[in-house]
């Protein structure tokens, strides 16, 4: 008599990624939830679990058990995302962040001296002022030519700068970057290689500093406003990157 495996034997054992595949990825991603940051140390000390092993695209719609269609999500991302695709699982994990850091009152009243919480600014340039890219590089005594480009990182500096123009140019690749009151909507670098120092500033301790501008000739010189310090909130898509940041609290 032939025997065959219960059902739902086979659904798990097609439903879980292979061992050398969550070793890859858990490296990969830094032990870090793919939409929220948390690390899998704070997973276990916030939900008493670890992190999960997400399908981007999830095993119901035939995705498949590749390093590629995996990711980390903390127990309460994994469960906002649920069978959902990646993109609507990132704007649901977003709304659940956002919601859970104004319940907090971390977007309005955590001091920002406070370690592990907001990273403030301490350096020469003044909020509100408008700089242009010579300017900084005469104050910061720089010849680095990276500062050209959209992210920058001052050396010697615990600082990223993120220079954003709203409205590109017409031979620039129009995304849609905009800063309403006090939360920046940004999009990162196409190939997005540069996409880890933002979501993870707070944890290198590295201040986020944008710098911006409506279009190329808001300012003469093509100056931007040093708009201060602010915080990453989520991110979604790839290719680019789209970014929520919020300004520190003053
Ligand atoms: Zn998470």
């Given at each position: 008599m032939t025997t065959h495996n219960p059902p739902l034997g086979e659904l798990r054992k097609r439903v879980e990624f292979p061992p050398e595949i969550k070793a890859a990825v858990w490296k990969r991603d830094n032990e870090c939830c793919a939409y929220c940051n948390i690390t899998n140390t704070e997973s276990m000390e916030k939900y008493g679990k670890h992190l999960h092993f997400d399908h981007i695209i999830p095993h119901i719609k035939n995705g498949a058990n590749t390093e590629a269609n995996c990711q980390l999500l903390c127990p309460p991302c994994n469960l906002a995302k649920g069978d959902s695709t990646d993109e609507e699982g990132r704007r649901k994990a977003a709304i659940r962040i956002n919601k859970e850091l104004e319940r907090n009152g971390l977007l309005e009243s955590?001091?920002?001296?406070?370690?592990?919480?907001l990273i403030a600014y301490s350096g020469p340039l003044i909020t509100g002022n408008v700089y242009t890219r010579k300017d900084l590089q005469e104050i910061f005594n720089t010849?680095?030519?990276?500062?050209?480009?959209g992210i920058f990182r001052p050396k010697g500096r615990s600082e990223i700068w993120l220079f954003v123009t709203e409205k590109k140019t017409p031979d620039r690749t129009q995304y849609l970057d905009l800063l309403s009151d006090n939360t920046l909507y940004w999009a990162g670098q196409t190939l997005g290689k540069k996409d880890h120092l933002i979501i993870n500033h707070r944890r290198n301790n590295e201040c986020l500093l944008p710098f911006y501008r409506i279009g190329k000739n808001q300012f003469k010189g093509g100056g931007f406003v040093f708009e201060g310090a602010f915080t990453y909130v989520s991110h979604s898509g790839s290719h680019p990157t789209n970014f929520v940041l919020h300004r520190n609290p003053s």
């Open positions: 955590i001091p920002p001296a406070i370690p592990g919480t010849t680095d030519r990276t500062i050209d480009t």
